[in-house]
């Protein structure tokens, strides 16, 4: 009799157990203290100042405003996008390390025109479309500035879509960390569900999406459960 | 249900739990043993990995978006690939007070593709922890000292440090085997057909689970040198 009691609880446990693994995640860390935080804004909406240089070509300030827009129609969360303010001198790997300010709560874009500055952070200008370092108090999980940066240098590459990568940085800057859910292919080693429709994979998953990246663009419920559980209107 | 029986197929290494309960009928501590074999490493085998899952996911500061690329692809474009072994790490601000950037060098024991290098590298990422500040880091792996590593390199950039070609495939966890002393590439790789060293015969299409140092390295000289 204890058996089957025992694998029912067992049996429950392992139910219970997906629902926690796959779904939206929420950047965070551990504390001394053993516990972990998590990142956001304490008092949204954060307001952004954009590099007057261009992205791939054109004025990339459009680009963040569509960004913007999809992040501030989510139902029931509070409005993360403030105001757009133009900054006073373009953004190159020859002034960005003085150009930005990293501690007036204003989330700084960065129009990476020719990738070098991505390059100058470690990483391939090559295969990397876009970052977001988030400023945080390591303690409370309180973001206290953001970076975003976007790769103008992959606009003509195949499979890659600027707007689609400009509103999965900005969910990083509101403290949305990357989904498994949408591991299509083997080329990525993320974890993820079994294949599913690519108009579905999230905004958030950390790939582009090679059928139509276009797709990243709207976000999906994944997304949206996420921002809203982070930021809810009341 | 199915993902995570699909990992359980997959998984070699927590072939033969047991799994017990206790009760304390008659007033003594009572050992339960399955007596279905199969259920209870069933039963252990979704406990361990899915606390595993769990600490994975922990900790999470990652936020870059990225093309995707197979590991072959991230060797065919990486000017250097080296075996190197961790010496130091270093977080700190930049000299205008802007960015957080951690410096971390290794000591380079063999050359897979490229020239021959310097003794040391050093890699110089953006992110890192200064204090109560931190700023998050992309989808590099966290190396630790004296943990030995692949790295996939690029050009250098401006300021004369190496970029890694890709963050998720460009560094490569090595795991020493404990029983038999021999180093293991355990991080997953796409694209490269292995071959036991000096062989040609190929151990499988692709590698997707631990493999022999010897044999990875002699595989990747072999798919990047066609």
Known sequence: ?234 | MKQICGILINNKLYKNYELYFYNNKGGKNNKMLFSNKKIANFVANILIISLGVLFVNCSETYATRELRETTLDTAKRSENIVLARCISSESKWNDEGSLIFTYVTFQIEDTIKGEDAEDEITLRLIGGQVGDQILSAPDIPNINEDEEVILFLGPKNKAGYPTLTNMKNGVLRIYTDDVTGQGNVITPTTGIPIYKENSSKAISGTQDSKILLEDFIYSLKEATNK
């Open chain 1, 1 to 234: 009799m204890n058996k089957i009691r025992y694998l029912t609880i067992c049996f429950f446990v392992v139910l219970l157990i997906p629902s926690v693994v796959y779904s939206y995640d929420i950047l965070n860390t551990q504390t001394p203290s053993d516990n972990f935080v998590f990142f956001g804004w304490p008092d949204p909406p954060i307001d952004l100042i954009l590099d007057p240089g261009t992205l791939g070509g054109s004025d990339g300030r459009a680009t963040v405003e569509t960004a913007c827009n999809v992040w501030n129609s989510v139902a029931n969360t509070q409005q993360l996008c403030g105001n757009l303010f133009a900054g006073s001198e373009d953004i190159t790997v020859d002034n960005f390390d003085s150009a930005i300010s990293m501690n007036d709560g204003i989330i700084d874009v960065i129009f990476d025109e020719t990738g070098a500055i991505i390059a100058e952070f470690g990483l391939s200008p090559t295969i990397t479309l876009g970052l977001s370092s988030t400023l945080v108090n390591a303690l409370t999980g309180e973001i206290v500035d953001v970076l975003m940066v976007l790769n103008g240098s992959l606009l003509s590459s195949s499979g890659s879509d600027l707007q689609s990568t400009t509103v999965h940085e900005m969910g990083h800057g509101w403290g949305l960390a990357h989904t498994p859910i949408g591991g299509i292919n083997n080329a990525s080693t993320t974890i993820g569900l079994e294949p599913i429709d690519p108009i579905r994979i999230p905004t958030m998953f950390p790939f582009n999406i090679p059928v139509n990246d276009a797709f990243g663009i709207t976000l999906e419920i994944d997304d949206e459960v996420g921002i809203s559980v982070r930021y809810p209107r009341n």
